[in-house]
């Protein structure tokens, strides 16, 4: 499975983006899917996550209410919309992805990953 980001950029504090990425499989709404992060000098860090289905979402605290994970099945796509962009958002992005993950917060649990998207949040 090979997973392509795209969509990231620089933007002002207070902006917004949406990060896409599309992979490479007929099966994959058979995919828990989830955009992970790594800013400079740490760790990677999750960020959202959604079900196959797309029925169930998954945030870290630090994102919720300001980003949006979906996804559309029948684009093999799944999408992170981020609003109310903060400095400490910045980082390169991953998606991610996994046949049933048992934890969908924790980023080792997922077998696929894409090559990341950079988002920068200028002050």
């Known amino acids: 499975v090979q997973l392509q980001a795209s969509g990231g950029g620089v933007v002002q504090t207070g902006g917004s983006l949406r990060l896409s990425c599309a992979a490479s499989?007929?099966?994959?709404?058979?995919?828990?899917m989830a955009w992970i992060r790594r800013a400079p000098g740490k760790e990677r860090e999750f960020v959202a996550a959604i079900h196959r289905t797309g029925g169930n979402t998954y945030y870290a605290d630090s994102v919720k209410d300001r980003f949006t994970i979906s996804r559309d099945n029948a684009k093999n796509t799944v999408y992170l919309q981020m609003s109310s962009l903060k400095p400490e958002d910045t980082g390169v992005y991953y998606c991610?992805?996994?046949?049933?993950?048992?934890?969908?917060?924790?980023?080792?649990?997922?077998?696929?990953w894409g090559q990341g998207t950079q988002v920068t949040v200028s002050s």
């Open positions: 499989t007929r099966t994959f709404s058979s995919y828990e």
């Open positions: 991610a992805g996994r046949n049933n993950v048992v934890s969908p917060r924790a980023p080792e649990n997922y077998q696929y």
